[in-house]
Structure formats: structure tokens, C-alpha cells
């Protein structure tokens, strides 16, 4: 049922983790919203600011998902007379959209892309210059550790995931809202979001573009595969117990 939390340990235990993630992203979020923005670099004084990446995007999510999750927690660790009815059957439904439609597949396309990118050439996403601004920690914050946090969630507590083509199609529209958005910030400032934008002809342009939003399929269905694989094995676990 939507409204029941199904976790592989004590749920005052993982109400500790869900805090201490939330903490952490509360923390990086705080760390990379007060960097002082060099004039080589005025990506977040330009049209848009922050908000034009990706990257912050999935940041804010990542921490409100987790943010989520604690409350969630919370609201399930009350004595039942005291838990406001109907609110935890929302709050699990809303954290396992969240999770499944947009945590998981822009988490992992965030981590994925920039460091595929990165790998082929730095400078199309990730000039040398702003290893001046960015310290190193706060890049893996930001590219890196997201991808595991969303591993131990995955296998802390069970998600239901949404009809195939209700997720994919939630997925697909929130892809299209950010694809309008990079397309908009170029029209009215003339920049490109991403160095990578500016060296494509039109031809490349729209089949990067297209490539890039495509991607995210894939890793839904990825997800969905892997979250029936271990919790299946859960349940048969707990049942030969």
C-alpha cells in the first residue's frame, strides 16, 4: 500500500541517515550558493542564474527529496493517535514520484553526463578555470556523490514506482520543461548553458540535445529493474525467515 514504508532496518535508524543526508545537501547547497563568482566565470550572474544548470537543479531536488524523506519518517515514527490522517499516505506517495521520476534518473544523468563529458574534454563542461572557484570536494559533491546516495535509498527503503508510461512521460516533460529553458536563457542572453552548446552546428546541436534527453529513458527503466531485483529478493528473504 502507498501509504506503508517498507525499510531493511529500524526506522528510527533510518530516519538518522535521512537526516544526515539531508544535512549534507542542506550543507553543499549552502557551500555552493555562497561561492564568490570570479569575473572569469559569471555564469551565475548572467540571465537565469543558477538555475539555468542542471546541476544546481538536480542539487535542490536531491535535497528536497531527502528533506522528504525525513519528514516522512517522522510523521511514521508518531503514535497513531497522534499522526494527522491521510498525511503519511501522502507524503510516501509524493517521496516515491519524487524518487522514481526525477531523483533517480536526473541524478544519475548529471553524474553520468558530466564526467562522460569530462572524460572527452574537460573544457566542453568543465573548464580549467573553475577548479579556481569550485573546490574539489564541492565538484564530487555536485557530480559525484549524489549517484551512491541514491544507491543506499534504493536499497534502504522500497519506492513504488508509477504505470511505465505515467513515469516515462513525467520524466519526458520535465526534460522538455529544461530543454525549453536552455533554449530560452540563449535567446534572450545569447549564451549557451554549456561550452558544448556553442561548438555544435545545428545539425549536432539538435541531435545532442535530442541524445541527451532520450538518455534519461533508459536510466528510468534502469532504476525500476534494479529497485523489483532487490526488493523481490528482500521479500523472499523475509519470507524464508
Not at 57 to 77: E, M, P, R, S, Y
Not at 191 to 207: D, M, Q, R
Request: glycine letters at 6%.
Amino acid at each position: 500500500m502507498a501509504g506503508t514504508v517498507r525499510s531493511v532496518i529500524n526506522p528510527k535508524l533510518c530516519m538518522l541517515i535521512h537526516v544526515t543526508v539531508f544535512a549534507w545537501y542542506v550543507f553543499v547547497l549552502h557551500t555552493n550558493c555562497s561561492l564568490e563568482i570570479s569575473e572569469r566565470h559569471p555564469g551565475f550572474r548572467t540571465y537565469g542564474g543558477r538555475w539555468k544548470y542542471l546541476t544546481f537543479i538536480n542539487l535542490v531536488l536531491q535535497t528536497v527529496f531527502f528533506g522528504l524523506c525525513a519528514v516522512t519518517d517522522v510523521v511514521h515514527l508518531l503514535p497513531s493517535t497522534r499522526a494527522p490522517r491521510g498525511i503519511p499516505q501522502v507524503l510516501v506517495t509524493a517521496r516515491d514520484a519524487c524518487f522514481t521520476v526525477l531523483a533517480v534518473p536526473v541524478g544519475t544523468f548529471v553524474c553520468g553526463s558530466f564526467w562522460s563529458l569530462y572524460a572527452y574534454n574537460r573544457e566542453l563542461v568543465y573548464p580549467k578555470y573553475i577548479d579556481e572557484i569550485i573546490p574539489l570536494w564541492l565538484n564530487h559533491a555536485l557530480h559525484s556523490v549524489v549517484f551512491p546516495l541514491l544507491l543506499l535509498q534504493m536499497f534502504l527503503q522500497h519506492h513504488q514506482y508509477p504505470s511505465r508510461p505515467k513515469g516515462i512521460l513525467s520524466l519526458a516533460l520535465f526534460a522538455s520543461l529544461y530543454l525549453a529553458w536552455v533554449l530560452w536563457v540563449r535567446h534572450i542572453s545569447g549564451i549557451w548553458v554549456y561550452p558544448i552548446l556553442a561548438h555544435l552546428s545545428l545539425v549536432g546541436l539538435i541531435v545532442f540535445l535530442a541524445i541527451a534527453s532520450v538518455s534519461m529513458v533508459p536510466i528510468y527503466l534502469l532504476g525500476e529493474k534494479l529497485s523489483l531485483v532487490i526488493w523481490s529478493k528482500a521479500g523472499d528473504q523475509k519470507m524464508k525467515k
